[in-house]
């Protein structure tokens, strides 16, 4: 079954740090560009970061330039989201997507995973 599955969010006080995980099965995540994103209700989903295939490029919203990273973890078939100096803001569900063709600057989605609540607050 092709499919992308996040897990690490959680509820984390204000200035601390969650790593999300973006893990593939049935295909080969290093050949994709991966996208995060996340969304509250109510609101416009935004795009978080994005790491090309291989690694090559990655790019990151203002709003957390600085405080996330992405990278790949090529033989768990993961790609993870560092999340560092967490604010309230950054409460959202985030998800993570696919995309074989495309990049950074052209997306092009082809999975989707089903999303993780990150909850930061005192």
């Known amino acids: 079954q092709l499919q992308l599955v996040e897990s690490g969010g959680g509820l984390v006080q204000p200035g601390g740090s969650l790593r999300l995980s973006c893990t593939a099965s049935?295909?080969?995540?290093?050949?994709?560009?991966i996208y995060w994103f996340r969304q509250v209700p109510g609101k416009e989903r935004e795009r978080v970061s994005c790491?090309?295939?291989?690694?090559?490029?990655?790019d990151y919203a203002d709003s957390v330039k600085g405080r996330f990273t992405i990278s790949r973890d090529n033989p768990r078939n993961t790609v993870y989201l560092q999340m560092n100096s967490l604010k309230p803001e950054d409460s959202a569900v985030y998800y993570c997507?696919?995309?074989?063709?495309?990049?950074?600057?052209?997306?092009?989605?082809?999975?989707w995973g089903q999303g993780t609540q990150v909850i930061v607050a005192s």
């Open positions: 997507a696919a995309g074989h063709l495309g990049s950074c600057a052209y997306p092009e989605y082809d999975y």
């Open positions: 049935g295909f080969i995540l290093d050949y994709y560009v």
């Open positions: 790491l090309s295939s291989s690694s090559i490029n990655t």
